[in-house]
Nanobody
Framework: QVQLVESGGGSVQAGGSLRLSCAAI??????????MGWFRQIPGNEREGVAT???????TYADSVAGRFTISQDNAKNTVFLQMASLTPEDTAMYFC????????????????????????WGQGTQVTVSS
């Protein structure tokens, strides 16, 4: 059974940085093709894609975070990271990790609004709060 466990959220002032981690349990990086993604959601809004990374190494970013956030993966730790820098209050949200399997390690070719519909496994989320 696939489980995704997020950590690293917290409170930070605008301009600061945080690194989120997503530990994958139930499958092993390097043995199965996948796409991992980070999403975020604020109450009353739809969940939106932030960044995705395939096991083939391909990455995509939402326009709102490109140049500030970096998604990466560590096969040895079976973990995906989201390094967030230059945070603003608009980045405040619950951040979720998600996964979908793909034989070629590719991520869905969908926009960051609808890409969430392709993901099958979700973590419980970690809160990020950025104060001005």
């Amino acid at each position: 059974q696939v489980q995704l466990v997020e950590s690293g959220g917290g409170s930070v002032q605008a301009g600061g940085s945080l690194r989120l981690s997503c530990a994958a349990i139930g499958f092993t990086f390097g043995r199965r093709g996948y796409c991992m993604g980070w999403f975020r959601q604020i109450p009353g809004n739809e969940r939106e894609g932030v960044a995705t990374i395939g096991s083939n190494g391909g990455t995509t970013y939402a326009d709102s975070v490109a140049g500030r956030f970096t998604i990466s993966q560590d096969n040895a730790k079976n973990t995906v990271f989201l390094q967030m820098a230059s945070l603003t209050p608009e980045d405040t949200a619950m951040y979720f990790c998600a996964a979908v399997f793909d034989p070629w390690g590719r991520c869905p070719t969908a926009d960051m609004v609808t890409v969430k519909d392709w993901f099958r496994h979700w973590g419980q989320g970690t809160q990020v709060t950025v104060s001005s």
